[in-house]
């Protein structure tokens, strides 16, 4: 087990890219502005310039104006994936187009960063995510929270058996939706569970694996059919997980949280990518004391950097990516129940 000092350490590591002597940037360009991350990713992707070197944009929509994207070659998809030297495309299409991207991209012989949740029908997903193993190829799922280091210090911990055998889980992902936010989440027939609380349940399904059962319901806010306001309840042999998506709470994102709790202790992240969380232990682990204690982790420069810095890593083929094929699938299944548009 890594003692507090050397695990603190190890976060700072992951998060500085280095550029390996003797290996060129990596040759990466972008598909799509229309997933709420996309300006995000473009934007973590240019400012990793040890690591990448961006090519361009292909886009449906109006050329986007903002300082992301400026001065970018826009291209047709097809001129873009036949770019001399191109490795990898980052999808940020909406999400009703972004498997069927996706899959393009892969028979093209790309890796693929692939925005949340990644598509709307699950065996379309599944066939994608299978093809991508198949041909050796790369899908890093864009949940950002796998890359948070208060989440990659909790999933240390629970393989560690700091926290005992887990019980239960209790997350919740939320924020006041404005009107085209709620036009967009109405679109969707898994509502804001679908397209937002998704991050949430990959977390669940690293600590847990794949529930047994999921129940889910919703109880809409306003009269104009949006799903809003969803709970899930996720059953496991041991444990139950609750995780609770509400587009309308003014208050919402800084109550976003996720709360773990085992029979040797519990983890509460509040705010959900503070990097702040409040430790409870029942006797103390390798340099974390018994006792409950604030912890506050230092977070990366950019949102979505680390997501960058671990794909250039899979791509060089120093690590492979700790989230397969079978994670993938089972995600999006259980994302799909949660929503209650899943068998």
Not at 149 to 172: C, K, S, Y
Request: hydrophobic share 40%; net charge neutral.
């Amino acid at each position: 087990m890594l003692p507090r000092r050397a695990f603190l350490a190890t976060l700072a590591a992951a998060a500085t890219p280095k550029l390996i002597a003797q290996q060129p940037l990596i040759r990466i360009a972008q598909i799509g502005t229309q997933h709420a991350h996309a300006s995000g990713k473009m934007e973590a992707m240019r400012r990793l310039t040890s690591l990448y070197e961006v090519l361009g944009l292909a886009t449906s929509a109006a050329p986007p104006g903002m300082p992301p994207y400026a001065d970018l070659p826009i291209l047709a998809e097809d001129a873009l994936l036949a770019m001399p030297g191109l490795q990898a495309v980052a999808v940020e299409t909406r999400i009703e187009d972004s498997c069927e991207t996706a899959l393009r991209v892969l028979r093209a012989g790309k890796h693929v960063h692939l925005d949340k949740p990644g598509a709307i029908n699950h065996n379309e997903f599944k066939t994608m995510r299978l093809e991508a193993e198949s041909r050796e190829l790369t899908v890093q799922m864009g949940y950002m929270l796998r890359y948070n280091p208060a989440f990659q210090w909790l999933f240390h911990a629970v393989r560690e058996g700091w926290l005992g055998e887990i019980l239960e889980i209790d997350a919740m992902m939320g924020k006041l939706a404005d009107s085209s936010v709620r036009r967009n989440i109405g679109a969707l027939e898994g509502g804001g569970m679908f397209e937002l609380a998704c991050h949430v349940i990959d977390a669940v399904v690293t600590l847990l694996g794949k529930p047994s059962e999921v129940i889910s319901r919703c109880t809409p806010s306003h009269s104009d059919g949006v799903k809003d306001n969803q709970i899930a309840l996720f059953v496991y042999p041991k444990a139950t997980a609750t995780i609770r998506c509400n587009h309308a709470d003014p208050f919402g994102g800084p109550r976003r949280r996720f709360l773990i709790t085992g029979t040797l202790g519990c983890v509460e992240i509040l705010p959900l990518e503070s990097g702040e969380f409040t430790l409870s232990l029942a006797e103390p682990r390798e340099g974390w004391k018994k006792g409950t204690q604030k912890v506050k982790l230092p977070l990366p420069s950019g949102r979505y950097d680390n997501e960058f810095i671990d794909l250039a890593r899979v791509i060089r083929g120093e690590k492979p990516l700790a989230w397969d094929a079978s994670h993938d699938i089972a995600v999006h299944e259980t994302v799909l129940k949660a929503s209650g548009i899943g068998s």
